[in-house]
Structure formats: C-alpha cells, structure tokens
C-alpha cells in the first residue's frame, strides 16, 4: 500500500511541475521570444536550466518552510502529502478551465494550513508571517514599478531599444565576432533581454519547486530526500516547458503587442526580484500575482506623468491605460517634466475591471477553497 502511494505521490508531483513548466516559460520567456530574440526550443532549454537551479539554490529555504514549518514533519504522512498535491493540481486545473493564472505558492500553503488546523499543530506564527508577505509584496511591486513609470520610464524608453538587424547575431571565424549588420546596441540589447528572461526563470524556479515536492519531502514515509526532490520537480518542470509551453508562448508573445518589451522586461527584473528575495526568506508567494501588480503599478505610474502626485492620489488624473506604457506620440529628445500634459491617454483600459476582479476573486478562491476542502478532509475523514 506504501509504495502504491508513494507512486502515485510521486505522479502527482510531476504532473504539478510539468503544469508549471508549461505556464511559467511563458511568463518568463514571452517577451524574448516575441521579439524574436530565442527560439521556443532555446527558452525551454534555459528555462529548464534555470528553474533547476533556482529550485537547487534558494528553493530549499520554501521546501523547508512548506515541508515542516508549517506543519510539524511528522503530520505528513504519504496520504496527506499526496492529498495536498492533489488540492495543487486541482487548483491547476481550476485555473486552466477559467483561463485565471491561480497562485500555486498559495494554493499549497492554504492546503497545509488546512491540515494544520485539523491537527491542532499549525504553526500560528509562520502563518502570519507567510500571510503578511502575501499582503505587503503586492503593495511593494505596485509601488515600486509606480515609481519608475512615474519618474524613470520615459528616460529609459529613450535608450532602451532593441533594432534587429538582418543575418546572424554572431559569426565564427573562428573567434565569435559581431554579425555584418550588428550594432552593439543590439547585441547589448539582445543579451539583456535572454538575461532578464533567464533571471525570471530561476525565480520562477526558485518559488514553484516546493509546489510540486515539498509535501513529498517532508514525509518520513516517503523517504524523498531534498535534492532528488528537486531533481523530479526540474525534470517536470523542463519537460513541460519542451512540451505545452509552446503554446503559452505563442500566446503571451503574440499578446504583448500591447505591452512593449521595455515594460515586460521591467515587470520581469521587479517581479523576479521581489519573489527570489522572498524564496530565500523561505517565504511561499506568487510570482503571477506580483507580476500583475507591476504591470498595473507601471501603467499607473505611466499615467499620472501628466498630473501632480497630489491629484493622482486623489483620482483626478487619467485613467490607466495601454497607451501609457507605449512609446510617446512625439519623438523628442526632450522628456517633458512630471505634472506637464506631455502626450494624450486614451481611456482604452490597461486591464479590464471585469476580468481583474475575477482574478484577483480567485486569487483569493483558490487558496481559501484549498484550506477549508483539506481541513475538512483531515478531520473528519482521514482521521
């Protein structure tokens, strides 16, 4: 019976990491292959790459936290490690048939939580800290892309550009050396872009992996040590992203028309930040849901250029909008000073009200619905 569940344990912690390969590579490398700048084979290859080693470095500090902070090591018995898998992959499924990217991270620790307060052993404490960040990292992310929207945007979409010219990047002859047509701007341009990608990949690596091997690791019973652990997440992860992350990268490449690179690659370096930071805290958070909020905060920020940061607070200024993160109309040298009605902004919303309020819905769904199926789960069934 023991190896029979351990199998499936182990089945259901793949079949997590391959559903993470395939959404986080396009999160990550959309922008880069958008912008023709890698190939959909390259970037599952660095994302593999890189995620493996996000999950092998900071990862362990959340597989720790996931795997017996919360709850005491001795409450995960392989039927409760493969139960909490099994609320992972469900709420993966859920977010796949409504099209809502749910947060993995807090899916996981709502079904740990649950089990923790079944048993009487939740470790209050951690809660509150994982749960504080869940609230203080999106507030972060918002601000900090606000600012740089405000005051740094226009500046950097100056000089930030990416030309591509015809025929090879490189040539070998037999030393690499700039291609006929390549500036370096572009290839400075070009490697910054793969770079960025490769960063958000290791955070994305680096938050997930206990997703799918946490509960798993922390089970006496299943005899799973920490880096064969990460080896199975990586493998997962990489096979998904050779595989149904195809399609998310055609999609979130051909959907970033209206997202310029400069504002995807700004998300990228906050969002990625932000959440590698918390990974090596060990704290289980969403890269998605930090990601929404830059773009939100950037645009926001884009926006109110055109007013004081008085009548921004208070409403007054223009509404967000995809026009505020699209280069200006005027192709100036100058950048008009904060306050001054420099371009018009359309009312074409950046994010519709209607789908945001879904999300952020089951944002907050997901991991609340997780908590309380596997509270009643483990106490009144698996008792």
Same mark, same amino acid.
């Not at 023709?36 to 959340?62: H, I, N, S």
């Not at 749960?131 to 507030?139: D, F």
């Not at 490449?253 to 990625?272: F, H, K, Q, R, Y």
């Given at each position: ?121 939740? +470790?209050?404490?951690?809660? &509150?800290? /994982?749960?504080?960040?869940? @609230? $203080?990292?999106? %507030?972060? !992310? ?111 490449? +051909?959907?970033?028309?209206? &997202?310029? /690179?400069?504002?995807?690659? @700004? $998300?990228?370096? %906050?969002? !990625? ?111």
């Amino acid at each position: 019976m023991v190896e029979i569940l351990l199998v499936v344990g182990l089945a259901v912690a793949a079949f997590v990491g391959f559903n993470i390969g395939g959404s986080s590579t396009g999160v990550a490398f959309g922008p880069a292959v958008g912008s023709d700048v890698v190939g959909k084979l390259a970037a599952a290859g660095l994302m593999t790459g890189f995620a493996l080693l996000g999950g092998w470095t900071v990862g362990r500090e959340v597989i720790e936290t996931m795997g017996g902070k919360i709850v005491p090591r001795s409450e995960f018995t392989l039927v409760a490690s493969v139960a909490v898998l099994f609320f992972v992959g469900t709420a993966l499924l859920i977010s796949n048939t409504f099209g809502v990217p749910a947060s993995t991270s807090m899916t996981a620790v709502g079904a740990i939580a649950g089990l923790g307060v079944a048993t009487g052993t939740l +470790n209050a404490e951690v809660m &509150l800290e /994982i749960v504080s960040w869940w @609230i $203080v990292a999106p %507030v972060i !992310a918002f601000w900090l892309c606000a600012v740089i929207g405000r005051y740094l945007y226009p500046y950097l979409e100056r000089h930030f550009t990416i030309d591509q010219s015809d025929g090879a990047l490189l040539e070998f002859d037999p030393l690499p050396r700039l291609g006929p047509d390549t500036t370096p701007r572009e290839f400075g341009g070009t490697v910054l872009v793969v770079l960025i990608a490769c960063y958000m990949a290791f955070s994305a690596g680096a938050s997930n992996t206990a997703n799918a091997v946490a509960p798993l690791i922390g089970s006496e019973e299943a005899g799973l040590s920490v880096e064969a652990g990460i080896l199975l997440a990586g493998g997962a992860i990489g096979l998904g992203a050779f595989t149904i992350a195809r399609r998310t990268l055609d999609t979130v490449g +051909n959907d970033l028309t209206d &997202l310029p /690179i400069l504002a995807a690659l @700004i $998300v990228e370096v %906050v969002s !990625a930040s932000l959440i590698s930071l918390l990974s090596a805290l060990g704290v289980p958070a969403s890269l998605a849901v930090s990601a929404t909020m830059c773009i939100v905060g950037l645009g926001w920020g884009r926006a109110t250029r055109t007013v004081t940061i008085g009548e921004a607070l208070r409403g007054e200024g223009p509404a967000v909008s995809v026009d505020a993160l699209a280069p200006e109309a005027e192709e100036s040298d100058d950048v008009p000073e904060v306050g001054e009605a420099d371009f018009e902004i359309r009312a074409a919303d950046l994010f519709d009200p209607n789908a945001t309020g879904r999300v952020i819905f089951f944002w907050m769904l997901t991991p609340a619905v997780s908590a309380t199926a596997s509270f009643l789960l483990f106490r009144y069934l698996l008792v």
